[in-house]
């Protein structure tokens, strides 16, 4: 059991979880991760009161579970921030001792702790969890349903992650909105690119991810019926027609969409190239060996957001048929 201690630690990765890191201003968080000695893990935290972003809880669990436990260091939490961590399930994925009084809160409707997957199972147990937290039409839930279960399936089948992927998310009532974190410490999105495509640096890995039709399963355009190399593309048309935010950081790679302005004279248009839409892209943040996923959807019944989710779902609905064509397919002898 690894036990909290004062933070004297300067051998191994470190990372501080501060007050506030949500994707609109999680740069600084992000800049502070030290990822020298992979072998170690060195957390601290805000001592007063944490609120951040679930893909800030899923990165520090994905770090955790690259190390052994023994290796985890965290200096010793008050009771307002040991709560919080301990209701997400990051003490515990990573086997970090609370002396704070905890209270359990029910999770239904509200958030999902951190989740490890390693598994076509396991993965759809958490999407199964994940759909009540939608508040959407039963379709609708399934869509968003059916594309994080591809980013997912794509770290099991691409990513080379020995400990799958660390997924959480939580329902904010106020904004009617999802916020989902998604990271893995696998081989990154570069390497696995570059199999099919040749990607020059990280944010240009992270690019071609983007683009719709590009896998690195294949370097034909299009993908395959197995892979059609459209779940981020998907994820970013949603997190652009709701104003939402949307954060992939692999390697020394780091992407963000941002904002639309709020205008009634903006025009909504989809890009395949991810750099046309209003980004913040940089080459040189500290090296994630791995893939960190984030992203927030407004859940609010516009029909641009219903038609587009309609529109998603028919495309979901044949690759998944030419799957099933491509797994039972007899082959044919001359």
């Known amino acids: 059991m690894t036990n909290y201690r004062d933070s004297r630690y300067n051998n191994g990765m470190r990372i501080h979880i501060p007050n506030s890191a949500f994707l609109g201003n999680i740069d600084p968080f992000l800049r502070g991760f030290d990822p020298s000695s992979p072998e170690k893990l060195e957390i601290t935290a805000n001592q007063k009161w944490i609120a951040v972003h679930p893909v800030v809880l899923s990165m520090i669990a994905a770090l955790g579970l690259s190390v052994k436990r023994e290796s985890i260091i965290c200096e010793k939490l008050e009771a307002r921030s040991a709560h919080y961590l301990q209701r997400m399930g990051l003490t515990k994925i990573l086997g970090v001792h ?184 940089d080459n040189t943040f500290p090296r994630w060996a791995g893939t960190v996923v984030g992203v927030d959807i407004t859940l609010d019944q516009t029909s641009e957001f219903s038609a587009l989710l309609d529109a998603i779902r028919l495309t979901y609905s044949k690759t998944v048929k030419d799957r099933k064509r491509a797994k039972y397919k007899k082959p044919r002898f001359l």
């Open 98 to 281: 609370s002396e704070a009084p905890i209270v359990e809160h029910e999770a239904a409707g509200r958030f999902i702790p951190i989740t490890q997957i390693k598994s076509s199972d396991e993965l759809s147990d958490f999407i199964a969890d994940m759909i009540p937290l939608l508040h959407l039409e039963e379709k609708q839930s399934e869509t968003i349903g059916y594309i994080v279960s591809e980013l997912v399936r794509n770290v099991l089948e691409h990513a080379d992650s020995e400990n799958g992927a660390c997924l959480c998310a939580q329902y904010y009532k106020k904004s009617n909105s999802i916020r989902i974190g998604i990271a893995d410490a696998g081989i990154g999105i570069k390497k696995a690119i570059n199999q099919s495509h040749a990607a020059a640096d990280d944010l240009r890995a992270i690019g071609l991810a983007l683009t719709p039709g590009i896998t690195g399963t294949t370097s034909n355009e299009g993908g395959t019926a197995q892979n059609a190399g459209a779940g981020l593309f998907f994820i970013k048309s949603i997190a652009s027609i709701n104003r939402d935010y949307l954060l992939i950081y692999s390697g020394s790679g780091f992407y963000k969409l941002l904002r639309k302005p709020l205008s009634a004279k903006t025009k909504f248009r989809l890009h395949a190239d991810p750099f046309k839409d209003r980004n913040s892209g």
